[in-house]
């Protein structure tokens, strides 16, 4: 197999964009269709591209913070070609809890409808503090994003960026967290996630998931 994983770097993110834009269609996506609706389309532009412009500012915003952890598989034979990503926010350790995380920016966007944006991270907010109280899902790894470029799917690369994240997770025995699309709901069970929740966004129920620690205690080993 000619895939790897690696971490990201910002000469990566217009890649990451375009894949996003790729794999969350408006045309199929259901959040996608909400927060990027038709009538805000510029004349002349592919509907499919509307959110582009958003996607790469906000993961060049995602980057920035300490606590990202953007993970992207390459093709070696495509000429180390980004063919799938996935956004992490990794857990806050030790002393970390001292430091406050800016809060993410919402770029300026003509194709993004803001109050869409708003309802969504309501939703999601509401849903972190129900499952996790106050510190929300700060002590587990949180996947906010993955997408993989649609002529690269089956090839195993979505299950391949989990595990990635999966192996550092468990080694300092740290559960994981993410809401499902129904598209994504065969991946992430597949992979071990539980659904522990439901929510509703844009109508749509989306499942709240976990995976827990597989970190093996030495002395059971």
Not at 11 to 33: E, G, M, Q, R
Not at 56 to 72: C, G, N, P
Not at 148 to 157: A, E, L, T
């Amino acid at each position: 197999m000619t895939l790897r994983l690696r971490i990201a770097t910002e000469s990566d993110l217009d890649a990451v964009a375009d894949v996003a834009t790729a794999s969350f269609n408006p045309k199929t996506d259901a959040i996608s269709a909400h927060l990027f609706p038709p009538h805000l389309k510029p004349k002349g532009e592919a509907y499919a591209h509307a959110a582009r412009p958003w996607r790469l500012a906000r993961k060049t915003d995602r980057f920035q913070s300490e606590r990202t952890i953007l993970i992207v598989a390459v093709d070696e034979a495509l000429s180390g070609k980004v063919v799938g990503f996935a956004l992490w926010e990794k857990p806050v350790r030790g002393e970390e809890h001292e430091k406050p995380e800016a809060a993410p920016i919402k770029p300026p966007c003509a194709t993004l409808d803001h109050a869409a944006f708003d309802e969504m991270k309501r939703v999601l907010g509401q849903d972190h503090s129900k499952r996790f109280g106050e510190k929300g899902a700060d002590n587990m790894w949180h996947l906010e994003m993955l997408g993989v470029d649609p002529s690269q799917q089956r090839r195993g690369i979505g299950r391949m960026l989990l595990q990635g994240a999966f192996e550092e997770a468990d080694k300092f025995g740290e559960d994981c967290y993410l809401v499902a699309t129904p598209a994504g709901l065969p991946l992430y069970r597949g992979a071990g996630f539980e659904e522990v929740g439901v929510l509703k966004l844009f109508g749509v129920p989306h499942a709240s998931m976990i995976r827990r620690s597989q970190k093996i205690n030495p002395l059971q080993s």
